[in-house]
C-alpha cells in the first residue's frame, strides 16, 4: 500500500512535495504492486520497502497512515496525521489465483489514487483557498479562461455546479470545471493566472474536480488540450482516439465544434462502467 502510495503522490506532485513512504515490517516491494502500478503508467520497480528508522522525523510534515488489520506505527512530535485504513491487498491464500489477488491491488490503488486527490484539493498551496464560485465571480472567471485561450463559449454551461475556483486574497486566480455525461465526465476549462502556475494551483484544481468525478461514480474523465497535457499525465491521463468517445460526451459543445482537431484527446479510466 504504501509503496503504491508513494508512486501516486510522487507522480502526482513533483518536486513541489518531498514523499516518503516506510513501513514497521519491511520487505521487498510486492510485484502485484507493480504490475497494478505500470498499468495507471508509473513504474515504481526503483522504490525499496524502507524502515520507519530510516525516515528523519525532522524530514516529515505530514504522515499518512494506511494500516487496517495491524497496528499502526506511532510518529512522535507535532505534525498533520491522517488515517487512511485500507486492507492489506496481500494475500497468501492458495485458493486465490493470481488475477485475483491483482484485482484486489488494483482495488486499493484506485483508492489511494482518490484519496490522494482529496489530500491535494484540501492541502492546496499557501494563500490559495478552493471553492465553489459565486455569480459575481463570472465575468473574472471567463477573463482567466479567455486569457488561457480556451474556449469561453460554455462558460455559463452548467455554472456555477460544475466549477471549482482558486482565490488568493479573495481574487480569481484559478478555475476547472467537470461535466457529467452518462458515465463519463468531461473536464473543461482548467485555467490559472501566469503567477500562480507552477506552485501546485492548477494540481489542487484538478484533483478537486476528479475527486468528485470518482464520488459520483464516474467511470471515466476526458478532456481536450492543446498545451496542458504535462499536467494531466501527473493524474494518470493518456492520449485516447478522440473518435472513440462516448456518444453523449461527443455531443457536448467542447467536443463537437468548440476545440480544435489539433487538441489531444486524453481519458482517464477511474472504474469498470456498470
Not at 455559463?156 to 455546479?161: G, S, V
Not at 470545471?177 to 484544481?205: C, D, F, K, M, N
Amino acid at each position: 500500500r504504501s509503496q503504491m502510495a508513494e508512486g501516486l503522490a510522487r507522480t502526482l506532485f513533483g518536486a513541489l512535495v518531498r514523499v516518503q513512504s516506510a513501513g514497521s515490517a519491511p520487505s521487498r516491494v510486492n510485484p502485484h504492486a507493480t504490475g497494478a502500478m505500470h498499468e495507471v503508467g508509473i513504474d515504481i520497480t526503483g522504490q525499496r520497502s524502507k524502515s520507519l528508522v530510516a525516515i528523519d522525523p525532522a524530514s516529515i510534515d505530514a504522515v499518512i497512515t494506511l494500516c487496517a488489520e495491524e497496528v499502526c506505527p506511532i510518529w512522535p512530535g507535532k505534525l498533520a496525521r491522517m488515517h487512511w485504513p485500507l486492507p492489506d491487498p496481500a494475500s497468501t491464500d492458495p485458493a486465490l489465483s493470481a488475477d485475483a489477488v491483482l484485482a484486489r491491488f488494483r482495488g486499493v490503488r484506485d483508492e489511494l489514487r482518490f484519496r490522494i486527490w482529496a489530500f491535494a484539493s484540501t492541502n492546496a498551496p499557501d494563500g490559495i483557498t478552493l471553492g465553489a464560485p459565486t455569480g459575481g465571480e463570472l465575468d473574472a472567471i471567463a477573463g482567466l479562461i479567455r486569457a488561457s485561450a480556451l474556449p469561453t463559449e460554455v462558460v455559463r454551461d452548467r455554472f456555477p455546479e460544475a466549477y471549482v475556483v482558486a482565490r488568493r486574497g479573495g481574487k480569481v486566480v484559478g478555475v476547472a470545471a467537470l461535466e457529467s455525461h452518462e458515465q463519463t465526465g468531461l473536464l473543461r476549462s482548467v485555467a490559472v493566472a501566469p503567477g500562480e502556475r507552477g506552485r501546485g494551483t492548477g494540481i489542487a484544481l484538478v484533483a478537486d474536480r476528479l475527486a468528485m468525478a470518482w464520488a459520483n461514480g464516474l467511470a471515466s474523465v476526458y478532456l481536450l488540450t492543446t498545451t496542458a497535457a504535462p499536467l494531466f499525465r501527473r493524474f494518470g491521463f493518456a492520449v485516447a482516439d478522440r473518435a472513440g468517445a462516448p456518444a453523449a460526451l461527443a455531443a457536448s459543445p467542447e467536443f463537437a465544434a468548440l476545440c480544435p482537431a489539433s487538441a489531444s484527446c486524453m481519458r482517464l479510466d477511474l472504474r469498470e462502467a456498470r
